[in-house]
């Protein structure tokens, strides 16, 4: 099983470990910082001893990496991880924003069906199974997740089960939502967003999110 250090802290961006199994252009690591896609989160970028990842793939409770024919890495080679910080802090940003805008809505319309959901670089979208447009609820959930945002409150992010990796993230006072993402120490580093509905079928709303500023990660 491949430990997951992206949990243990989501800001580390380069990592010392050993690669545990090779498979031909495919191996795992006994511990990563290397995200690979899930729950709508896309994959980090990065490299594993200097070869780019060309695909990184949950397979049960390993990640999966996939490296250039003729990489030449063995089972117990000494390897270093390393991501496109950049990129997985937009990641986090967006992913966050996303949490907050679907928690809000759950909160707030009553029934509301979440049908799909993507969180890219540089825009991020919720999908919902809505019978009547969002467009009007939009302001009202705007100035809550700007208020949520700005309050910088403190977001915690652990384990629910252990065992079998289930995780959550909390904000105490708003909600306690299932994830394994990796996500933002406070709401303030979320900073602006802009929310858009858009139709994409009958019955069917989409609240796309995107980040209205291009601040740098902290210190």
């Not at 498979?23 to 001893?49: C, K, M, N, P, W």
């Not at 609820?137 to 652990?158: E, F, M, V, W």
């Amino acid at each position: 099983m491949t430990h997951k250090t992206f949990w243990d802290d989501p800001y580390r961006c380069e990592l010392a470990t050993q690669v545990a199994t090779v498979d031909g252009a495919r191996v795992t690591l006994q511990a990563t910082i290397f995200y690979a896609e899930s729950g709508g989160q896309e994959s980090d970028s990065g490299s594993i001893a200097g070869l780019p990842v060309l695909q990184a793939e949950k397979l049960g409770r390993d990640i999966v990496y996939t490296l250039a024919a003729g990489h030449g890495l063995q089972a117990g080679d000494a390897v270093t991880v390393r991501i496109d910080w950049p990129r997985r802090y937009r990641l986090m940003r967006l992913h966050f924003a996303a949490e907050l805008v679907l928690e809000t809505i759950s909160q707030t319309l009553a029934g509301v069906e979440k049908i799909g959901a993507h969180i890219g670089e540089h825009k991020a979208r919720i999908d919902f199974a809505l019978p009547q447009p969002i467009s009007a609820q939009l302001p009202a959930l705007q100035a809550r997740i700007d208020a949520l945002i700005a309050a910088n409150l403190p977001i915690t992010s652990a384990f629910a089960d252990a065992a079998n990796e289930r995780r959550y993230w909390e904000i105490a006072g708003y909600g306690r939502v299932p994830c394994g993402g990796t996500h933002l120490q406070r709401t303030a580093e979320v900073g602006r967003i802009a929310l858009k509905r858009k139709n994409v079928g009958k019955g069917k709303e989409r609240v796309e999110i995107t980040l209205r500023d291009d601040e740098s990660s902290p210190e």
